[in-house]
């Protein structure tokens, strides 16, 4: 069974990085399958694709967000991370971090972690 | 982008009833089309993928159609595990959702 879970700080200052760890086990992030990917939500709101990367490191970024991203992937340990710079309030969400396919859409998913921008 | 719309917003439902929740892109999408449950506090799940096929471990109730620009999903007859929002998400020209239907309890 693949399990997802991410990893990072759940508070971030304005026009400072926010800087979130994807550690997937149950299956290899190498497998050249897949695809992964990072999803926010803001409270009470839908969701929103962010970005993607394959074990390749060729990536895919949504060209609506406001905020610089950056997402590479560790297949030594098995991780992929985001970096999401110069944040504001708005970047205030919950992050998921969830494995896809161009067969199977987004399959696995993180159980979220909550990303707060405040001073 | 392609903009994905969902309706209604919100529907009321009797357990046991039958649900149907519809979503229309703005431009086809063939049939890469998903439908996720989400409850309050936990990430989203999967339930259809490729318009139609259930994921694994979905229950028969659970059923999707359409193709290129209108989806439905139904559930045949509601559970109280069932109650949660539901999400369309096209991932034929990069990736977008819906805004969400909320299955609320009549």
């Known amino acids: 069974q693949v399990q997802l879970q991410e990893s990072g700080p759940g508070l971030v200052k304005p026009s400072q990085t926010l800087s979130l760890t994807c550690t997937v086990s149950?299956?290899?992030?190498?497998?050249?399958?897949?695809?992964w990917n990072w999803i926010r939500q803001p409270a009470g709101k839908g969701l929103e694709w962010i970005g993607r990367i394959y074990t390749s490191g060729s990536t895919n970024y949504n060209p609506s967000l406001k905020s610089p991203v950056t997402i590479s992937v560790d297949p030594s340990k098995n991780q992929f991370s985001l970096k999401l710079t110069s944040v504001s309030a708005a970047d205030t969400a919950v992050y998921f971090c969830a494995r896809g396919s161009s067969d199977f859409a987004f399959d696995y998913w993180g159980q979220g972690t909550l990303v707060t921008v405040s001073s | 982008e392609i903009v994905m719309t969902q309706s209604p917003a919100t529907l009321s439902v009797s357990p046991g009833e039958r649900a149907t929740l519809s979503c229309r892109a703005s431009q086809s999408v063939s049939s890469n089309l998903a439908w996720y449950q989400q409850k309050p506090g936990q990430a989203p799940r999967l339930l259809i993928y490729?318009?139609?096929t259930r994921a694994t471990g979905i229950p028969a109730r659970f059923s999707g159609s359409g193709s290129g620009t209108e989806f439905t999903l139904t559930i045949s007859s509601l559970q109280s595990e069932d109650f949660a929002v539901y999400y369309c998400?096209?991932?034929?020209?990069?990736?977008?959702f819906g805004q969400g239907t909320k299955v609320e309890i009549k």
């Open positions: 149950g299956g290899s992030i190498s497998s050249g399958l897949y695809y």
């Open positions: 490729g318009a139609s």
């Open positions: 998400h096209q991932y034929n020209n990069w990736w977008t």
